[in-house]
């Protein structure tokens, strides 16, 4: 017969089946890991659900669905009986037939024209292997059983009849009537199988809708007869009273009988003989029930009885619970012709739970309201109430979007669980044991990105099972356990999605890495030399390199690692490698949760707009025009920035691109025109205020005859601010300058046509608020476009070059660059700074001739330069100040400056003398201004001189006089230092390098050192080093000074040896940590 | 315009006619989805030249062909008269830019002849056939040809 006509039962089926096989799958794998400690839960789970499955595809006429699933009963039978031990043999049958089932599933329609007598013959192989020779033709001979009015109603081989009333089982045949036994009993029929389970085993069920008769027969006349055949330990009488059904519809089955008759003939289809050959039907059904009658029943499912159960309720039903409802006529069943129409895909259904469902229903009633008050609103005019309204408006669209984002979200473990198949497979191919891990499974991911990334996914597990993971003998020899590790996972990390990829195996070989690149070409000795170990190891995602000795069809093939970088950087996902030699890999994976709303800073080039996915985005950094000169410069054809220390390449966006004709918009007639210069405005004619347009004309002709003189390139002349935005491009950074930032926006991705595919800048378009369109930038794609990754590889050896001019400089310093009194620029050493914040000057109180200031519910004591100093006094007419706080003496003070100008990293050249005095610590250079850098201990001292005593080393509680070695090479930190560490009571010794630093080591008996890093001949790291190696000082503390505190600073200082790693200015730290190291002593 | 059913026998076909240039242009109007006036459209940098730009049609982002750049004639002086007939292809909009649209007229297939290896300059392969109308001769595009990714 053909399938049940109806789309929504098959589908229902089909979702219900997926989620069955996928279970079955990992149940499958946790069976074969149990071995002979059969885990009774797991096989009795995967034997329901296959048993749900055949149900379900008997009810449906998938003939040959049900027999395979029926086939894999049968072996699991045995394994749930403890007959057989689960092998992994076994288990890659029953996997095999998994499989098939999962891909006629998927093909319902079709699945009746597939071949599967092999996967039957090797699962019946299995089953018989287990039996005596005396069992084997039991499985072939099939016997039939019914009851005295229908000899034949079920048909079951005989080794399942044996099975079945093993252990003293009374077989049973039961007849229901679905309409008076069970309907109008108020029954189910899937209640009624439950209760038949707890009470015995059901072996088969089926419904004859054959003898349903048509719609003209008498109501009170129809029956649907429903028969169960039934294994249970009770005796007829008492089956009867327990299931409270007439025994007249109970018909024991004597099953000696039944097989000495059907060994008689011998595997044929042979009848009890208790019953006659052609029994007559019962009087109310149609008598066509049995041998093959394809016109009649084929409509016989699609008229379903009116009363009885639909048949789309019970194959809903039937898949979750344990049904067995299966009619009679599938038996008969022709292959059907694949149908068109139920090629089903699964990817295009989504499960949603209900609460979900009822919340986006809440939040569109929502809508609903906001709409029409937006329309009273509007229509009476009331302003207040239409921005009322937008609030809300704007508030349930937000909750709306999430809750629709929300629906598209999957666990990640959708996609890990598959990884238990292929890592189980992989492992048996490759003759290594693998012990899989994994952690995180319910990290939801949106769809399309669940879907995106199994494939790259799959290619590092097999990558790390087939590389990284040893065969159990050179596990050993490296004194591992022999199963490998192999741990997954994931979990979240600043909105993010990580994802790790670890194991315990050889890790990458760098040095094999290193050969084979050069073979290839691809980079000389030098660029190798000079790449860390990071850097190295990304190298296996060059594309067409492999470090396997042999191909295997795993992997090895140089194919693969590069698409795997390409399509997880495509979806906005960064990759990181960790390895060590030896003793394993970790890759890491960062993800964005979404790919299809992402928020972006909208900029604008040449009056358009474009969209930039925040995740790309590092830092926002405005040079100003003053300022591009000196931090702007050019490596070969290549623009960089100096930004702390490192140099960036940096490219116009007008350039990435190839905007030919510039453009500007006119502020007077507010109309785009063609610009004749690149900037207009002179910025060196003071950054603030506007301008009159006579005022610009004349400094352009300056500018323009400045250009001319000088004859240089318009680039460098400082025409105007740029600003630059810090991108993240895969493992390199970049800047790119763009016009003008506008607006922070969450946008919607919208995919460009297929014309512009070949565009690489442009991740996409999205519609705007006015409805234009914006196109989104692809921030790799620009790089590629601009061949960036080569110019960072250029400005690398840049930096290499100019830190080794640079080792015996001055070390820069992290400033903050303020104004004070008019036109006075001070500088204050940024890493003393713990917070800068804006006040109102009204909010100032004067208590007792000290100003302060309300502050996170205290006061905060405020301090001014100029009353220490002789500055120039702060501008009170100011409407708000800026307040920087920082610690002292136990608590925050803070000191007021009138504006806040830059932060910015200069290397001191302090002049310590020409304008030194109370409060200034001397003066420097900065934006070809005299900066005072002010000291914030001395301006609080010169007022307070009681917070800023320095805890001698007395207070402290020592007695004897401690020798402490100051290593620097800048005299004016030199001095500082010194002074302050005397004042606290210690000796003091100086040196200016490493070098110096160890005569006086030997030559004195020194108890504390406190050194630079930067420094010439032996910078801070490898004096310290020197100290440690040094038995007579590897107890001696060493604390490290510098100016900028970065964490892998730090990590670089406490590898070497040092101690405490502290801020150069940041007196109260150092002279604390001195006491600390002292007072204790040893390290 | 409105004609009767009888009309649509084998040999009829209804075509949208437009200006490109000099050069009428006729496209099947099974093709055609809409015809747009007054969009702003977003140009598109270091796309083909051919792209003029995409648009924001209802929530979608359409791409929009310059026939004049595609048939290497001189850009239009006026822009913001050119309409936007909006063609569905493979699941994709795309916009085609035009100067004018004429009129939509039946052409009995006995008017409609091959085309010739080159049209008013134009490559030949952008055609499909040519239409005698009682004045003049239309073009008849060739959308896949046109719309070509050409890569």
């Not at chain 1, 040449?606 to 969209?611: G, L, M, T």
């Not at chain 1, 369109?773 to 620009?782: C, K, Q, R, T, Y």
């Not at chain 1, 050194?1011 to 310290?1024: A, F, H, K, R, V």
């Not at chain 2, 007054?38 to 924001?56: E, F, S």
Request: proline share 4%.
């Amino acid at each position: 017969m053909p399938l049940i006509d109806d789309d929504e039962t098959l589908l229902a089926f089909v979702e219900e089946s997926k989620e069955h096989l996928d279970g079955i799958e990992a149940d499958l794998l946790a069976i074969e890991e149990a071995g002979a400690n059969i885990d009774a839960d797991i096989v009795n789970k995967v034997f329901r659900a296959v048993h749900s499955l055949k149900g379900g595809a008997g009810f449906l006429g998938l003939d040959k669905v049900k027999e395979l699933a029926h086939a894999s009963e049968n072996l699991m039978n045995l394994i749930r009986n403890g007959e057989l031990v689960p092998t992994p043999s076994i288990v890659s049958t029953l996997l095999d037939a998994t499989d098939l089932l999962g891909k006629m599933i998927s093909n319902a329609a079709a699945s009746n024209d597939v071949d599967i007598s092999a996967h039957i013959t090797a699962l019946q192989k299995a089953v018989s292997a287990n039996l005596n020779d005396e069992e084997k033709p039991t499985l072939e001979n099939t016997v039939a059983l019914g009851t005295a009015d229908q000899p034949d109603i079920f048909s079951i081989s005989e080794f399942e009849l044996n099975a079945a009333t093993k252990g003293g089982n009374n077989l049973f045949i039961l007849e229901y009537d679905l309409i008076a036994d069970i309907e109008q009993q108020g029954k189910t029929p899937l209640a009624v199988i439950r209760e038949l389970q707890q009470t015995g085993q059901l072996i088969d069920s089926r419904v004859d809708i054959a003898s349903v008769g048509d719609l003209t027969a008498d109501i009170a006349t129809m029956r649907i007869p429903f028969f169960a055949l039934f294994a249970t330990i009770m005796e007829l009488d008492l089956l009867t009273g327990f299931l409270g059904i007439d025994s007249a519809k109970v018909h024991a089955v004597n099953t000696v009988e039944v097989l000495s008759c059907a060994k008689q003939g011998k595997g044929e289809q042979a009848a009890p003989p208790t019953q006659p050959e052609q029994a007559p039907s019962t009087a109310q059904s149609t008598p066509i029930q049995s041998g093959p009658a394809p016109k009649q029943p084929a409509d016989a499912p699609s008229t379903p009885p009116p009363d009885a159960l639909s048949t789309g309720e019970i194959s809903g039903q039937m898949t979750h619970e344990e049904s067995t409802a299966k009619p009679a006529t599938g038996k008969a069943a022709p292959p059907s012709a694949p149908k068109e129409g139920l090629q089903l895909k699964a990817e295009t259904n989504l499960r949603v739970s209900v609460k979900i469902l009822d919340n986006l229903m809440t939040l569109a009633g929502e809508l609903v309201l906001t709409r029409n008050q937006l329309v009273q609103a509007v229509a009476s005019r009331n302003q207040q109430g239409v921005d009322n309204v937008s609030q809300r408006l704007n508030l349930v669209t937000s909750e709306l979007q999430e809750a629709i984002m929300s629906t598209r979200m999957q666990p990640i473990g959708n996609i890990f669980n598959k990884f238990k198949r292929v890592v189980r497979d992989l492992s048996r191919d490759l003759g290594k044991e693998v012990n899989l891990i994994i952690e995180g499974e319910e990290v939801e991911l949106d769809k399309t990105i669940i879907e995106a990334i199994g494939d790259p996914l799959t290619h590092l597990v097999r990558n790390s099972v087939d590389h990284g993971i040893e065969v159990p003998a050179i596990c050993l020899q490296n004194n591992k356990p022999p199963t490998g590790l192999l741990r997954l996972s994931a979990f979240h990390e600043g909105g993010q999605v990580i994802i790790e990829i670890e194991d315990d195996g050889a890790g990458i070989n760098t040095d094999k890495l290193k050969v084979k690149v050069l073979e290839m070409g691809l980079y000389d000795r030098v660029q190798l030399e000079s790449m860390s170990a990071k850097e190295l190891n990304k190298l296996i995602f060059t594309p067409g390199l492999s470090t396997a000795k042999v191909v295997t069809d795993v992997s090895g093939r140089g194919v693969g690692m590069d698409v795997v970088h390409t399509n997880l950087s495509k979806l906005g996902g960064v990759i990181d490698i960790a390895s060590s030699l030896g003793l394993g890999t970790t890759i890491t994976i960062k993800l964005p949760l979404t790919l299809a709303i992402i928020p972006s800073l909208i900029v604008t080039c040449q009056q358009e707009r474009f969209a930039i996915p925040q995740v790309n985005l590092v830092e926002l950094v405005r040079v100003p025009a003053g300022q591009v000169k000196e931090r702007i410069e050019k490596i070969g054809d290549a623009l960089v920035i100096r930004l702390r220390g490192e140099l960036l390449p940096l490219v116009h966006l007008r350039e990435a691109l190839g905007i030919k004709n510039p453009v500007y918009l006119d502020p007077a007639s507010r109309e785009i025109k063609d610009e004749r210069r690149v900037n207009l405005s002179d910025p060196r004619g003071g950054e603030k205020g506007g301008s009159t347009p006579a005022a610009d004309e004349t400094t352009l002709q300056q500018a323009e005859f400045i250009e001319k003189r000088q004859g240089g390139d318009r680039r460098v002349n400082p025409m105007s601010a740029y600003n630059i935005l810090v991108l993240a491009s895969g493992d390199f950074h970049y800047g790119l300058i763009v016009d003008q930032l506008l607006d922070s926006e969450e946008i919607v991705v919208k995919p460009l046509g297929s014309h512009l595919r070949n565009c690489k800048c442009y991740a996409g378009a999205t519609i705007q608020g006015d409805g234009r369109v914006a196109l989104i930038l692809d921030v790799v794609g620009i790089s590629a476009q601009m061949k960036l990754n080569m110019v960072a590889d250029k400005v690398k050896a840049q930096m290499l070059q100019i830190k080794d001019e640079k080792a015996g400089m001055e070390d820069s310093q992290s400033l903050l660059i303020v104004m004070n009194g008019p036109g006075e620029q001070m500088a204050i050493p940024l890493g003393l700074v713990s917070r800068i914040e804006r006040i109102k000057n009204a909010d100032i109180t004067v208590t007792a001739g000290r100003r302060n200031i309300q502050y996170r519910g205290g006061s905060l004591a405020l301090f001014g330069v100029e009353e220490v100093a002789s500055v120039g006094m702060r501008e009170q007419s100011a409407e708000a100040c800026y307040v920087v706080v920082f610690p002292m003496a136990g608590r925050e003070v803070g000191i007021t400056v009138s504006e806040i100008v830059d932060i910015l990293d200069a290397k001191l050249k302090i002049d310590d003398v020409t304008h030194k005095q109370p409060g200034i610590l001397g003066s420097m250079i900065i934006f070809d201004r005299i900066t005072l850098l002010v000291d914030l201990y001395g301006v609080v001292a010169g007022i307070m001189p009681e917070w800023a005593l320095i805890k001698s080393q007395a207070d402290a509680g020592e007695d004897k006089k401690f020798n402490i070695l100051i290593v620097e090479d800048s005299r004016f930190f030199m001095n500082q230092i010194e002074n302050f560490v005397v004042e606290a009571g210690y000796k003091a010794f100086t040196a200016e390098d490493g070098v110096e630093a160890l005569q006086v080591l030997n030559e004195e008996q020194i108890h504390l050192v406190l050194t630079d890093i930067e420094m010439p001949n032996m910078d801070g790291l490898e004096l310290t080093r020197n100290i440690r190696r040094d038995s007579r000082w590897s107890s001696l503390p060493v604390i490290a000074v510098t100016s900028v505190a970065g964490e892998a600073a730090e990590q670089n200082g406490r590898q070497a040896g040092v101690d405490e790693y502290l801020i150069k200015l940041d007196r109260e730290q150092i002279i604390e940590k001195i006491h600390f190291y002292l007072k204790n002593k040893q390290r | 315009m409105q004609q009767s059913a009888g009309k649509t026998s084998q040999n009829t076909r209804e075509l949208a006619i437009f200006q490109v240039g000099e050069m009428p242009c006729g496209l099947d109007t099974s093709w055609v989805r809409e015809i747009i006036k007054n969009t702003q459209i977003t140009k598109v940098h270091l796309a083909p030249d051919y792209v003029r730009g995409v648009i924001n049609l209802r929530g979608e982002i359409a791409t929009v062909i310059d026939l004049r750049k595609k048939f290497s004639l001189a850009p239009c002086e006026d822009d913001g008269k050119m309409e936007i007939v909006v063609v569905r292809r493979s699941s994709e909009n795309i916009g085609i830019l035009v100067d004018q649209v004429r009129d939509v007229v039946w052409a009995d297939g006995k008017n409609i002849t091959p085309p010739p290896s080159n049209i008013s300059g134009v490559t030949g392969v952008f055609f499909e056939g040519i239409y005698k109308m009682e004045r003049e001769l239309v073009a008849i595009l060739n959308i896949d040809e046109l719309l070509k990714t050409g890569d």
